[in-house]
């Protein structure tokens, strides 16, 4: 049974300066099933972040949700108040968005290099996000718990004793995925998780996140500015521009047959391995 | 086949031998970044090779290397058969004309205090490149016109009231100005916006086709790469692995890590999905790689002859040298002759 | 409005006087004017700190920049001095310098003194600014540009440190400053002149404490937190220009 996770509807953010207001997202809708994965593709600036934003509730001032809904479906089936039903995000208090993340969506972070604590091991920072969300497990059950998320995106069991500068960088990004698992959510938004990562690594990454999603049998939502990426990667894509939501559709019409100019542009700007073309 | 090499006309740059290591004090643990390379740079004809590899192959420590900016651990680096450490005062400016760098940071090559203008006057003036006022002002501005950039809108600002791409640019007019024989071009677009990269790359090809400048375009992209450069070189962990015309190694990669790297950047096509087999690393690759092929512990042909030595090149082609144990039925070519395995053709518009 | 300066020797007035209409500060227990004694003693004190933190930061900065620059055998040579004079109490080693110095000393020696350990802290801060300036792309530019070593220190690193070096010139200075009170009132100063730390000097051997008499020691104390307070406004004055600068240079 296919049912939709996660239904944008005419979604409109706001970033107030001192000079102007800015539209950083102008009216967009698009849903996400669940087992699905969903890209939005964008240059930056395009307002694809704030969106990402937006879902985890983040929106802080200057920026400002003006109007549009962000209906979550978290079909869970487990005791977490918001299970099975379907909520407006933007409609929830602060106590109810802090347990819906994690829980119902989690955030796979770009440069998870940087969201680490350096101070911490990491054993330390998996089991935060679960004490903060009041699971209480004994020691036992503890180190099961963090020996299962690591092996489920493929690092040793020793990693939990290191501190993040002993990681490479797609370590880090993985410890961050098994963080961002670590309470069955049912939707990933992962937001430009391989920037700055190697081609070998970033796919290394990337097919470790399908895995665990099929596993999880959650949804993903995919943000970011490589096309190359999307197209591995996503099922549906969403493209972005100044705001708006220039052309969503499944990955192969998009890139297939694209209908809107940006879109044509867009893949057209990217460099081909197969054909040496003039560049000027 | 052997080429004879001219003994009257050494090669524009060298190395030897070289290897760098770093760290090794008490208690730290020792990196590798470059191991015994031994490569050559004719300089003629001029052409565009690509140098490419992942973060830890070394390729921004051999740049600083031949640089001269830094010295290596053993080994040495030549320029026109002279090494970099026995050069006089004069050999050494004379040097510094003739190979010259691209920078990745478009930012930081410039002097936060100064107008974006000393970028291009102090090579002016240190090089003697205009005897009068009037002459250094009409070289800057036909530099900056040359790479499609306005003078009267640049010339005076700080760097910081100016974009990434117009900055980088502006590196590129200084080397123009310089008119040096080769240029080491490290990720000169990876800090650039996507929608100029093209154009940028653009410049560096009128760089080597209208001005005859050699380039080393040290890059992880792939794809980039294959659009400028005429061969490639692709270095996994400090070492040479594969090596000849671009086209024929991303059309047909011979070296299991070529082979990996080509299968794992995402075409931007649904239909062509990255190859099954990725090897997980499990362990972090700053572990040292001991006796045999770097690549022996993700390789998917790991036979025993490659944990007990390090495989040579092998001339697999007239335009190919692997460094696999896979092709030990083909000759062997030394590392110093590596260049002979370059097409050498000036890079022409549309390959 | 002049005052007699000259009233800042001994016997110019009656020893031991509270302040009146002839000696607005009183006179001290050698018929010393109290008030001119702090006119012509505070510039005296203030030329110590400005001599001794000016030869400071000089000789500082230049052994910052050839350690920091140059690196080498030269570097580890310049820092083991600097990590090992920072180590032994400054003022201990300025006590030892003074008490060796036979006959009586100048004003100008005081500070020649106190600038034997006030380059040490200078060379060290500055020494880890120019390390990380040098692997900047900017120097590698102008290394690449032709530039020797000696114009990249004053051309290109030079004028980005100026404004840390103007804050460390003002920290010398007040340090300098303080450290020549300290030896003057412990009487290793110059004898025969009225700086601020003679003069608290001469209330301690005076026993002005004692005596109650007030107005020989206190308004030099006053003096001198004035002079420390103005020397403070003026290094976080110097902050807020040198840290933006540095900020923008990320």
Redesign the interface.
Known sequence: MSISILEVNDLKINYYTPNRVIKAVDGISFDIQSGERFGLVGESGSGKSTVAMAILGLIKQPGRVESGEIWFTNGNGGEEPLANTRVNIRSLSLEQIRRLRLAGVALVPQGAMNSLNPVKKIRAQMLDGMVDHGILLSGHEKDERIKELLESVGLRQEVANMYPHELSGGMKQRVAIAIAISLRPKLIIADEPTSALDVIVQRQVMETLFELQDRLQASVLMVGHDMGLMAQSVHRLGVMYAGKLVEVGEVTDIFGHPQDSYTQRLIASLPSLTRKSSLV | MNEMRELNSPALLQTRGVTKVFGGGIGKSKTTAIENFTFTIEGEPPSITALVG??GSGKSTLAQLL?G?MTPTSGEVLYLGKSLDRMDASEK?QF??DI??I?Q?PF???????KVDH?LT??IE??HLASSKSERKQLMESALVAVGLDPQELLGRYP?QLSGGQRQRIAIARVLLIRPRMIIADEPVSMV???L???I??NL?QLNRDFRISILYIT?????A???STNIVVLYRGSVVEAGDI?EV??SPKHPYTQ???D????????Q??GGG?T???T???ADPGQGCKFADRCPHVMQACRISRPPLFKTEEHRAVACFLYNDVPQIGLEDLDTIFVSRQTT??? | MVYDTSLASPLSGPAGRPPSIDHPLGTDQQGRDMLAALIVGTPLTLRIGFIAGIIGIAIGTMLAFISGYYRGPTDTVIRTIVDVGLTIPGFLILIIIAISIKGNMGVNQVALVVAATAWLWPARSMRSQVLSMRQRTYVQVAQLSGMSGLEIIFREMMPILMPFIAASLVGAISAAVLASIGLEALGLGAMDQPTLGMTIYWAIYNSALMHGSWWVWAPAIVVILILFLGLFLLSIGLDVVANPRLRRNQ
């Open positions: 992942e973060s640089l900016l400016q510094r004309r010259q760098i920078f940071d930081d090559v410039y002097n936060p205090v100064y970028l102090v090579p240190k090089f910081h916006d996507a929608s990269r093209a154009s790359l653009a090809q992880h992209d792939l794809a980039t294959f659009q400028i086209t991303i059309q990996l790297l080509i794992s950047i995402p075409k931007p096509n649904p239909s999905k990255w990725a997980l690393s499990r972090s690759s700053a518009d549309n390959g």
